[in-house]
């Protein structure tokens, strides 16, 4: 199965770490200076950073607030279930989070690609009970209703992004 293009690209940085203290990853500064970010540092939640890299890098739309996690639950066009490569937003203590939904484990967790997952770009599981929604691009048509693709992980719930 080929990934979409904005998953394709999420999938390139799988790794990429933030640097702890005062020095930052230079690919992170990039993004943030590409998108314009006031802010110039990796130690700034960058989950919607990442997000909005990744999809404005291949030619979609991104929300003013792309910053904002939850500024994304505002974008695109709502969906009633998870679609591989979708956006999903997250509650969480403190604020919300962004990725891209790319599978389920087993037991119906949700398996998210996204940045500031444990300080890098990950794949890791999600509790449903979390999801405030599922977003697909604008302008695109949306995704053929099937299941998710079943990954494996050991992995404990992501439970902090920040």
């Not at 702890?20 to 006031?38: F, M, Q, R, V």
């Not at 802010?39 to 739309?61: I, K």
């Not at 500024?71 to 066009?77: D, F, K, L, P, V």
């Not at 937003?89 to 484990?105: K, L, P, S």
Request: hydrophobic share 40%; net charge neutral; aromatic share 12%.
């Amino acid at each position: 199965m080929t990934d979409l293009p904005w998953i394709a690209e999420a999938r390139r940085y799988i790794d990429l770490t933030e640097f702890p203290g005062a020095s930052h990853n230079s690919i992170i500064l990039g993004w943030l200076d590409k998108l314009s970010a006031w802010w110039r540092d990796d130690e700034t939640p960058w989950c919607g950073a990442f997000v909005a890299h990744c999809l404005s890098e291949t030619g979609h739309p991104i929300p003013k607030f792309w910053m904002r996690a939850k500024a994304w639950a505002g974008w695109g066009t709502r969906l009633d279930s998870p679609a591989t490569g979708c956006v999903v937003v997250f509650e969480r203590q403190g604020g919300g989070h962004v990725g891209f939904v790319v599978g389920r484990t087993a037991a119906g967790h949700l398996m998210v690609l996204g940045g500031n997952q444990g300080n890098k770009v990950s794949i890791a599981p999600f509790d449903r009970s979390r999801v405030v929604g599922y977003y697909w691009p604008p302008g695109l048509s949306l995704p053929i209703p099937q299941g998710l693709l079943v990954m494996s992980t050991n992995a404990p719930l992501s439970v902090r992004e920040a």
